[in-house]
């Protein structure tokens, strides 16, 4: 049922907004269940610019699993959780870590997931429970998974504009897709391994007997081997619940029909959750410092989630600060530092990566999505890193590009004149590289790459030729890097929160809090304050948000996993 915000409560960026209360229809005393939906992409914190957050109005995961552990222990929550998925956008990774929070709620709690659309997602959101329901109506799309990549070097060559794209090494594809008009090997191999990953991982989440059944005459899940499911063509709910992939064919409201959003016990979550702040201020515990977004010199900056616009930016300036403010507060004992990047600027990843070895507390680090190439070199060097097993990592390596509009102008009549040294146009659009521009690139490059290199084996604990032989820009599962010590656990974020709190000695419900030195500066226009100027700004960033900078650890996550 809808709901409707309390006027009073609209800045509150994570409030129950999906949460209703219920009574249970298989109860014979019609306990008290609460109706939870989940739908959306789930970002890992919500923006703490205030002009983002109000366009941003889905929720948050930082936000859900808030919730989800005060619903555990919730005395007045008699019946159970009825989870209600339905449009998850969520990447496999955040999927992954929503189950294994519903699954850490199952504990203490019944929980029911109910399933209208059976996909590869859902199932992964479901992995951990024990009761999984779908109407006979639902939609079923179980086929693996399968990853697409548009390549416009041909479109761009037909109008004109050529690429110039130097790489190492040759599984950097971070900017193939412009100058290029089809996938090399290179990249069709790693795309194809992560895949088989993937489809590995899967099968282990969601094949897992040790998933409890609550009631007895619960099913046992998993009958049916996951590998089987993917060419069994599986079209309709009775074929699941025969393979043992649902445990039940129903609809919502054969679980727990809604009668009403209760105010009260919402409020209370939300007072449960200013209260978890004012601890958070007053006890030791533990910080999360986000890297989320392109990684770029200056300060983060967010934009609305348009498609003609870039996602949020990580700016060196504001992570290091926020660091530094981590290590200044006497009650932050530990750090925990979350990306989510393709990474971007090479110096800027070098200043984050440099600010993270140089901390005196621990940093465990935590891969969300993506976090390769800058997006790896910014957590080499932490005391533990945690992966989820679908995470994107690794791609070691360094590129440089830009577009060539050379015949451009020529079809349209413009004349680009040079007056002084030509090297001081390395970076113009209006000329290729020259015979000396490459050299003298390529030469930085190396540079960068050796730098790179040094940065991961020395907080890797490797060598500078195992280092080399699984960077080259390669992409790698989070499962894979860990077999290849990239990584030291699969997990999410609260395994990440919970090694900080072992290393810092705290206990196990010692409180976090996200840290950050905020996307704006006393007296410096901003999103916030200066809109014009930030538009404008956010315009130029889609077409390049790296600025001046050329030289980029960065992965381009424009491939698309189905």
């Keep these: 049922m809808t709901h409707r915000s309390l006027p009073n409560l609209r800045s509150l960026p994570d409030l129950p907004k999906f949460l209703h209360l219920a009574t249970g229809h298989d109860d014979v005393d019609a306990a008290t269940w609460v109706i939870l939906d989940l739908h959306g992409?789930?970002?890992?914190?919500?923006?703490?610019?205030?002009?983002?957050?109000?366009?941003?109005?889905?929720?948050?995961?930082?936000?859900?699993?808030?919730r989800l552990e005060q619903l555990a222990g919730a005395d007045w929550l008699t019946g159970g959780v009825l989870v209600r998925v339905g449009g998850l956008t969520a990447g496999l990774a955040t999927s992954h870590a929503i189950g294994r929070a519903l699954g850490r709620l199952a504990k203490h709690k019944r929980v029911v997931v109910h399933l209208p659309q059976v996909t590869m997602r859902s199932l992964l959101v479901a992995a951990e429970v024990g009761e999984v329901v779908a109407p006979e109506s639902a939609e079923v799309m179980l086929p693996g998974f399968a990853a697409e990549q548009v390549f416009y070097g041909a479109f761009l060559s037909r109008r004109g504009i050529a690429f110039e794209n130097l790489r190492i090494k040759e599984y950097k594809s971070a900017l193939t897709r412009f100058s290029e008009d089809h996938m090399d090997d290179y990249q069709r191999e790693q795309l194809t391994a992560y895949l088989d990953s993937a489809e590995r991982s899967w099968r282990e989440s969601v094949r897992d007997d040790d998933v409890p059944a609550v009631h007895d005459d619960v099913a046992a899940r998993g009958a049916g081997e996951p590998p089987d499911w993917f060419d069994a063509g599986f079209t309709n709910a009775g074929q699941l619940l025969e393979a043992g992939i649902i445990t039940r064919i129903a609809y919502d409201d054969e679980i727990a029909l809604p009668v009403d959003q209760h105010w009260t016990r919402t409020l209370e979550i939300v007072r449960t959750q200013f209260a978890e702040k004012r601890r958070a201020k007053k006890e030791d515990g533990i910080a999360v410092v986000p890297v989320i977004g392109a990684i770029v010199s200056g300060r983060?900056?967010?934009?609305?989630?348009?498609?003609?616009?870039?996602?949020?930016?990580?700016?060196?300036?504001?992570?290091?600060?926020?660091?530094?403010?981590?290590?200044?507060?006497?009650?932050?004992?530990?750090?925990?530092?979350?990306?989510?990047?393709?990474?971007?600027?090479?110096?800027?990843?070098?200043?984050?990566?440099?600010?993270?070895?140089?901390?005196?507390?621990?940093?465990?680090?935590?891969?969300?999505?993506?976090?390769?190439?800058?997006?790896?070199?910014?957590?080499?060097?932490?005391?533990?890193v945690v992966a989820s097993p679908f995470t994107l990592t690794g791609s070691i390596g360094v590129v440089v590009g830009k577009p060539v509009l050379t015949e451009f102008n020529e079809r349209h009549g413009l004349n680009p004149e040079v007056v002084g040294r030509e090297e001081a146009l390395f970076a113009s659009a209006n000329r290729p590289f020259s015979d000396a521009d490459r050299a003298w690139a390529e030469r930085m490059m190396h540079e960068v790459y050796e730098r790179f290199v040094s940065r991961v084996a020395e907080g890797r604990g490797l060598t500078r030729e195992t280092v080399d032989e699984i960077g080259r820009g390669r992409i790698w599962s989070g499962a894979d890097a860990l077999e290849?010590?990239?990584?030291?656990?699969?997990?999410?974020?609260?395994?990440?929160?919970?090694?900080?709190?072992?290393?810092?000695?705290?206990?196990?419900?010692?409180?976090?809090?996200?840290?950050?030195?905020?996307?704006?500066?006393?007296?410096?226009?901003?999103?916030?304050?200066?809109?014009?100027?930030?538009?404008?700004?956010?315009?130029?960033?889609?077409?390049?948000?790296?600025?001046?900078?050329?030289?980029?650890?960065?992965?381009?996550?424009?491939v698309t996993i189905r």
């Design 41 to 66: 992409s789930y970002p890992a914190h919500h923006p703490r610019e205030p002009l983002q957050a109000l366009v941003q109005r889905g929720e948050s995961f930082e936000g859900l699993t808030a």
């Design 300 to 384: 983060s900056r967010g934009t609305p989630p348009l498609p003609f616009l870039p996602g949020p930016i990580a700016g060196a300036d504001t992570v290091v600060a926020a660091l530094r403010k981590a290590e200044r507060d006497e009650r932050t004992k530990a750090i925990v530092l979350f990306v989510d990047s393709g990474g971007g600027s090479a110096l800027a990843s070098d200043v984050i990566g440099r600010a993270v070895a140089r901390c005196t507390k621990p940093v465990v680090a935590v891969m969300g999505e993506v976090a390769a190439s800058g997006g790896y070199y910014v957590l080499a060097q932490a005391d533990h």
């Design 484 to 558: 290849r010590g990239l990584v030291d656990e699969l997990g999410d974020l609260h395994t990440g929160i919970a090694e900080a709190r072992r290393l810092a000695g705290l206990p196990d419900d010692a409180p976090v809090h996200t840290l950050s030195a905020g996307f704006t500066l006393p007296g410096v226009p901003s999103f916030g304050k200066d809109p014009g100027v930030a538009v404008a700004a956010a315009t130029l960033a889609a077409v390049w948000p790296f600025g001046e900078e050329r030289v980029l650890t960065w992965f381009d996550t424009a």
